[in-house]
């Protein structure tokens, strides 16, 4: 699939909605307690554009009814660096709370343009 970099930020600029970005950090697991340490979370403010999945690319196992695609920009509402998106991290501001489960990254030559994620509930 050919993406053209102008159109990808169109549909960010033109109808994204701000939304608020939570990128976590897991911490540390100690095997002998058997618990998570030292994870934290940091938000950003994003304009992210949404869009469904097509039936056809249902399949129940990959992408499941109710799955969306979010396109997300490389910087915030202030135009600061955000990090990339992982999966696990979350997104509000859509009337619901999402969560990433697959990060794509579209790139023009050796630099990214945006990051297309699978967003669930």
Known sequence: MTF????????????GKACTFVAKSLGTYDPT???LSGGSSTSYTVNIYFSNYNLEDMDGDKVIMGDRKALFPLVDTSGDAIPEPEVG????????????????????GTSPVC???QVRE
Do not use: P
């Not at 053209?4 to 033109?14: P, T």
């Open 4 to 15: 053209r970099a102008i159109d990808l930020k169109y549909l960010i600029d033109d109808h």
């Open 33 to 35: 307690t058997g618990s």
């Open 89 to 108: 991290d979350e997104v509000s501001g859509q009337g619901d709370k999402v969560s990433i489960v697959s990060v794509q990254k579209i790139m023009s």
């Open 115 to 117: 990051y297309i994620c």
